[in-house]
């Protein structure tokens, strides 16, 4: 079993920045896959980054140069630095763990950029 509990959304105008911090709990979160979603009003959830338990990375091309996932499995913790936001990165983030083919999820963190 493994929680995760966001944080660091906020409102934040075009070109500024943001740190998302997922916090988990459970023995599996350090050898989990991880990942960041988001879904924006109307829109299915979509992958924005993910990172493996040995550190592969992989982007959604709208964040790509914008966006970094990273982990600190000490802390069992996953981050999304977030710079030169835009408006279309606007919407609800989570945080994702998958492990034997189980998807947990936390329960959200609202980012808003303003144009």
């Known amino acids: 079993q493994v929680q995760l509990v966001e944080s660091g959304g906020g409102l934040v105008q075009a070109g500024g920045s943001l740190r998302l911090s997922c916090a988990g709990s459970?023995?599996?979160?350090?050898?989990?896959?991880l990942g960041w979603y988001r879904q924006a009003p109307g829109k299915q959830r979509e992958l924005v980054a993910g990172i493996s338990r040995g550190g592969n990375t992989n982007y959604a091309d709208s964040v790509k140069g914008r966006f970094t996932i990273s982990r600190d499995n000490a802390k069992n913790t996953v981050y999304l630095q977030m710079n030169s936001l835009k408006p279309e990165d606007t919407g609800v983030y989570y945080c994702n763990a998958l492990f034997n083919g189980i998807y947990y999820w936390g329960q959200g963190t609202q980012v808003t950029v303003s144009s």
């Open positions: 459970g023995s599996i979160f350090s050898i989990s896959h």
